[in-house]
């Protein structure tokens, strides 16, 4: 007989820390390098969100899909694409880090030494959120409307079970792709096309 499992979505833990204490950039980055072994962000309000590590099978299609962003993003050139570890700090205050981020070469141009060795000082020009079986659907939302609202051309919330893709871009509806077979990165990522259904499964299955 086949087992089936469920899950239970879970809230990240949320550290109050206004007016009692407010990090500057440089603490908060002093902080998670401190407390490397957790997942950690900060809104705009200044909470510490510390989250959960992922399981094998988000861990698995994540690798999938920035190997995917990666090689596209040597082909083109044009840009950088940063892996699910990296912070950002986004225009209005928050640190956040996508499972997945690509930013063009000539915004990074303008940070000095110093600023790329830590949390980038901006809002990705394209961002995926993967999630995982327990994320909460609506925090992840807020997230991607979040980064959209801060400079975010094109943003991808895959939802594996729903087998779901939401499209996010800049004074637009957000778009609800129904098991779709690919999904293009046009025109904000020429040429890049992530095929789903090798997301959809992993080894694991």
């Known amino acids: ?48 969100l510390i989250m959960t590590p992922t399981g094998g099978a988000t861990g698995a299609r994540n690798l999938r899909i920035t190997l995917r962003l990666g090689l596209w993003t040597i082909q083109d050139g044009r840009g950088v694409a940063f892996d699910s570890s990296t912070g950002f700090i986004l225009p209005n205050g928050a640190t956040r880090s996508p499972d997945g981020a690509w930013v063009r070469r000539s915004r990074l141009a303008a940070l000095t030494p110093e600023q790329k060795e830590k949390f980038l000082p901006l809002c990705p020009d394209f961002v995926i959120e993967l999630r995982s079986p327990s994320d909460p659907l609506a925090m992840l939302k807020e997230k991607m409307q979040e980064y959209t609202a801060n400079g975010a051309q094109l943003g991808w919330l895959i939802d594996p079970t ?3 893709v939401y499209v996010y871009r800049p004074a637009a509806e957000v778009e609800c792709l129904e098991n779709p077979a690919t999904v293009s990165g046009d025109p904000t990522l020429p040429g890049f096309v992530l095929t789903l259904p090798e997301i959809w499964q992993t080894d694991f299955s």
Do not use: H, K
């Open 1 to 48: 007989m086949a087992t089936v499992t469920s899950y239970t979505e879970s809230q990240p833990l949320v550290l109050r820390m206004r007016p009692a204490i407010d990090m500057t950039d440089d603490q908060f980055f002093e902080f998670c390098q401190i407390n490397r072994d957790l997942r950690i962000e900060r809104t705009a309000q200044g909470d510490i």
């Open 162 to 164: 729903s087998q779901r």
